[in-house]
């Protein structure tokens, strides 16, 4: 579903990303793990098209994401870190936007947008400014309007950002529920126990590259560390040169 080769991307002296190559098939959780300045987030911008790479390619369900935009940001949803929302619009008009724009054919859109506001605790505000909304609101109200247009794939940078314990548990469940009936998520989080939790596979990237790949109990056979994942990410991400394990087939 998720198709990456060679890919390499430089701002001035820095090499963010260096020839990165990943898989990543329909229907897996995969969590892109690695410190600050890794070259997480500007891996994503590439793959959903808000940054062009200096070489290499991307493809999201077999549309390159360079010589065929429409097509692949049609199948696909992404929630930044610090996303950006019509503060002037309340959230039925601002769902009703974005429905909009991905062209949404739903029988009965105006009852799928209610019913998605009270899943998500947002009735009694459906009403409201988005600019009169908490952080926390504005977030779940981004989940509903990134679903919207049932993306195949979706892109998540920090999924937990401002979030109460059940925003959290809710968040989670939807996520692996999503993924049981066949959609892919490529996730970022600093939150290593949140990656241990949920991930299918875990990729960790350091300096540009990815130094780790492969599921949690492959990434402590590779390393020779039978602790847990952040002991696991903190001895390989530890060094100016990070020591790479050998991925998996």
């Not at 329909?26 to 200096?54: Q, V, W, Y």
């Not at 998605?116 to 909304?133: D, K, V, W």
């Not at 049981?180 to 998520?185: A, L, N």
């Amino acid at each position: 579903m998720i198709s990456i080769q060679h890919l390499n991307k430089r701002f001035g002296s820095v090499q963010a990303v260096n020839d990165l190559s990943l898989e990543i098939p329909a229907g897996e959780l995969f969590c892109f793990l690695g410190p600050n300045g890794a070259g997480k987030t500007t891996t994503i911008k590439m793959m959903t098209g808000l940054l062009r790479p200096d070489s290499g390619t991307i493809r999201i369900g077999g549309f390159d994401i360079q010589k065929q935009p429409v097509e692949a940001k049609r199948i696909m949803g992404y929630i930044p870190d610090m996303p950006f929302l019509y503060e002037k619009l309340t959230p039925v008009e601002f769902l009703k936007f974005v429905a909009g724009l991905y062209n949404v054919a739903h029988p009965d859109l105006s009852g799928h947008i209610e019913s998605s506001l009270s899943q998500f605790g947002l009735q009694e505000a459906r009403n409201a400014l988005i600019g009169e909304l908490s952080h926390g609101m504005r977030q779940r109200l981004l989940y509903i309007a990134t679903f919207i247009h049932a993306p195949r794939v979706i892109f998540i940078d920090e999924p937990l950002i401002g979030l109460d314990p059940h925003s959290i548990r809710m968040i989670k469940n939807l996520l692996r529920a999503k993924v049981r009936d066949g959609m892919t998520i490529l996730l970022t989080t600093h939150i290593l126990a949140l990656a241990e939790d949920i991930a299918d596979r875990i990729g960790i990237i350091s300096g540009g590259r990815l130094i780790a790949l492969g599921k949690l109990g492959d990434l402590r056979t590779q390393s020779g560390d039978k602790g847990s994942l952040e002991d696991i990410f903190l001895n390989l991400t530890a060094s100016p040169t990070p020591q790479t394990l050998n991925p998996e087939p």
